[in-house]
């Protein structure tokens, strides 16, 4: 049975930073992105395709992580059949009141999740300039919006039910392990028209692997290349470019100057069909994670961000995998 | 109050031509669509990211034109929603049954609309083989799907509205005239999370003004241009290659061997939000149609393809616009 | 026989202009020319690509033009030969010492040729920083480097003459008029190892129809005409973008604040060869000016930049060509 | 003192394969070389830019490897002068007569060279149609031309030397040891105008790295990749796709079914100035090979093609680099 309410779409992701100056030459000299405000405390940055005053909020913090992400919902009812649901499930959650996120023009619903991610539900933002069409402005990477996140945590099957049966996601595409009793090992999941809004990756977790952001072509990903390359950013680029396999979308992943991990996106598919049957991988086919087949390095498959519970203030304990959690064909040595 | 159907997306067209090997090295060899299945009077045809049987039906015919027009829902049961608020309507419709059109999987419904637009609703197609990640199976514009219809009639503010408030589509971006009492002249309509679905222009109708596919990135465009003026088809390139106001996209558009008008489409946006304000755009704007300026040639305005009434089984016959049908920067000598 | 000297490629342009700032927004600003010194009276401006002063000069003047095209030889001596040539020839010439063109490194030859141009050479240019591989300072349509010089004069085949017999250019493409005696319309000549250093076309003259300069792709023209259309200077886009038929290169042609005309160009060949036969073209070919077909503005044929005579100091006295200075296929009404 | 014969560019090279057939189906169906001739002994192969008959001739062998190099000279007579010169210092050479090797449109004169590499110089090639608009025939990689040789040995200065004094090359970049006393551990030597026409490499040998071809654009490398991943050849893409800091070039190497291997190759500069000064890269810099900082894989520093001896027809003997042959920062594990 569907839900009863509508989540629209990925909406925005708040990432924890320790020097926020820093910071703004990253994603906003560097990168491109938009800055529609900031305070000494934070920097409400938004894509050249946004219409709505953030999809990225950078939040000065003591050490680096994930503040929350955070879904849209077609309208503020949807939150409160949200609250039944989490409340039945009995999930922590929490009212953000009008005017306590920048840029939010309603209230919002804070989440903990079964699985430990801080998750917020929100219907309305504020309005912003659309810069789709205001070429002159495009910098850098010319990042379009927020296309989705990458969670990494220990029981993706559960996850993967809370996603799909509870919030009404579809699934475009699945990872499984070898074997004769495969396992489900990673899902993505959409919501508005495209390959994925979330994606769930085995691991240990509660921990963040990456928020995804759109580009337009592959030259704006190679373009990015070039600059970060020649701007002192050399060490940011962790994985790529390349081309998926998984999403068949063309990506550079990087390292911001606190480690945060964002990837550049571009080059998915439209997911409108109704009867979308899952394409499905296997986790050591070499064509899974990069299409030309280069390996991955070990930091992709160590390294994930925290994520802040919203019921402690602290960052969420983590759990192990219980099944291996990466391919057999690791790149050893970066 | 929403409809209580779900239309997903634009489905298929059916256009009709009169020479179909003819038609077939246009569209096939030199455009790169995916032949399905073909027969003496058919040739069906998809592009490189559908996972179903046809996006482009070609009809061996007297005369060219376009057969129908199709748009796909969620459900069977959606099928009988639209034919109860049809019937309410006083619209004329039939069950088009299993195995009547090939490749549908299921029942349909062609309906004459009030415009007398050929429109059809079906929820089930044969699934066919992804081609997405066939590269070596790439051929000249490698069309990916269908994006989109674009139809002419003298009243568009009644079909606004027949869309907007009785099939639930949501409207991205409007033309309206000059004047104190400006009147809409075009509107971009969607369902699935793009820029439009179908777009309605003021014209002598009904007709159909192009049919959209489209294609990975601008470099697609410019290799077709390349390609087509290089194998006989100059004359087959009717506007562009050029970047819309209108959508952001990227344009070329194709007459084909009959006259039929294509469009090669790229890099619009998604518009998953619910609260999308329309963009709104004056007839007059340069560079509303061509966001680089360059005038639209007078064919544009003048030649579109006529519609098979379900009816009468003939062309549907002709109304003038009533309010004028163009801008005046009209380039006049092509 | 060849040559006693050797002339390496252009090497820059004086353009006239009657308002430094305005031009230096639209060069600097706009385009992303790098400054490399400037003053009240000039800009010095080079491409990503030059590891040299300058490839274009910017004078303040009381009206738009050229002060003089330069080609670069290959040592000083070859100056003298040059100036042993034209005098010979019953040109007037001068010595411009050092220091009185600022950036170049030595004494230079300026000649006004028997066509009543204002041709400088030179040997040694001051050296500075190459930006290739500087992505970060990338900026509009990331002009590389200067590419060629197209000039219009009644008498082609006499300039064809000097050029290629005089001073040791090779041909890799013409024009010629139909009919049973077709005459050089329009020739493409060549030092440096790409499709031309200098273009002769018939029209009035002497006059210089435009400077061209290389960007790195296609991509690079389409960012171009976006950000030109989103910044103020829809005016200034005058034809294309597209692709060319003579040297198969992508351009787009664009008008500077004072209506002097310059080319973005990119993606010709290398024309190494010693054995280059001469592609020929006929005048009234559709493809010739635009591969796709495209026909050209009628200002594009009438409009040019006056040239200052080197001798006298003023713009140099016009003639009309005797044969016709256009083809037929033109589009009338831009 | 320049020589007295003019060398123009990298012409051709031979390719020794074990199976026809399988060699066809990479470099034709695949990368999209032009079939000039073939027998079932050889394969002669020409680029979509090329307009003589061969820049890559595939000669059926019992074992892999390199046939010769050729560079291109300007006339007959040049190539009286380089016997006279190779002979006075004691290489082995012998002439090749007209219809020796297919495609030669005159006589060619083979080097064994000092290092031990089998050098053909030759003046005349039989003219093939030019496939440059013909876009309708490109495929796969859209080869468009030869552009380098990289060659490997033990003593780099010394080849330095030959080439650059000897034949008249310009050296537009070099790699040096780090250190006090730094050596000259690779160079970029050219004829023609552009980065290079052929690159001394510090290694074992004498044996041949890599041969170069030109392809349009980054776009084309990318498709290439694509296709080759979806096409059975994974396991022959070895390195890239990626930015060189050398040459700024964008890159993909490939090895063809026997292991040779060649380079698709776009986007160096234009290197007509007469006092071009040499780029000089250390060998650690993590830039130098990739500007992304990308390492590279172990094989391709162990790896290379061994060369046929024209004095014995047998592939020459090797020597070991007496300098370390390879960057501390090396992928271990590929």
Chains 1, 2, 3, 4 share one sequence.
């Not at 606190?258 to 998915?268: A, C, K, M, Q, S």
């Amino acid at each position: 049975m569907d839900p009863n309410f509508n989540i629209t779409k990925a909406g925005h992701v708040e990432l924890l930073v320790t020097d926020l100056e820093r910071s703004r030459r990253f994603y906003v000299d560097t990168l491109g992105f938009v800055v529609t405000e900031e305070d000494s405390g934070q920097v409400f940055l938004r894509g050249l395709e946004d219409r709505h005053h953030h999809c990225l909020l950078l939040t000065k913090s003591g050490s680096p992580g994930v503040g929350h992400l955070a879904f849209r919902v077609s309208k503020d009812e949807d939150l409160d059949q949200i609250e039944r649901m989490v409340s039945r499930a009995g999930m922590f959650s929490k009212w953000v009141g009008i005017g306590e996120e920048r840029g939010l023009a309603g209230r919002a619903l804070l989440v903990e999740d079964a699985f430990g991610f801080p998750v917020e539900f929100y219907a309305q933002m504020a309005p912003e300039e659309w810069r789709i069409q205001r070429y002159d402005s495009y910098r850098g990477a010319k990042v379009m919006r927020l296309d989705h996140f990458n969670i990494m945590l220990p029981d993706v099957p559960s996850a993967y039910s809370w996603y799909v049966d509870s919030l009404g996601f579809g699934c475009t595409e699945t990872t499984e392990t070898e074997g004769k009793s495969p396992v489900l090992w990673a899902a993505w999941l959409r919501r508005k028209h495209t390959c994925h809004d979330i994606a769930l990756t085995t691991g240990k977790g509660p921990r963040v692997h990456h928020a995804g952001f759109t580009v337009s072509d592959r030259a704006s990903i190679m373009d990015a290349a070039d600059i970060l390359a020649s701007s002192g950013y050399l060490e940011s680029m962790e994985r790529g470019p390349g081309r998926h396999g998984v999403s068949n979308a063309f990506f550079l992943y990087l390292r911001d100057p606190d480690g945060n991990r964002i990837e550049l996106y571009t080059g998915d598919y439209i997911s409108a069909d109704p009867d979308w049957v899952p394409i499905r991988w296997k986790l050591n086919d070499p064509q899974r994670q990069t299409f030309w087949g280069a390996p991955t390095p070990a930091s992709w498959f160590n390294d994930a961000m925290l994520v802040k519970s919203p019921r402690s203030g602290r960052f969420a304990e983590l759990r192990a995998a219980t099944i291996k959690d990466r391919p057999d064909y690791l790149l050893s040595d970066r």
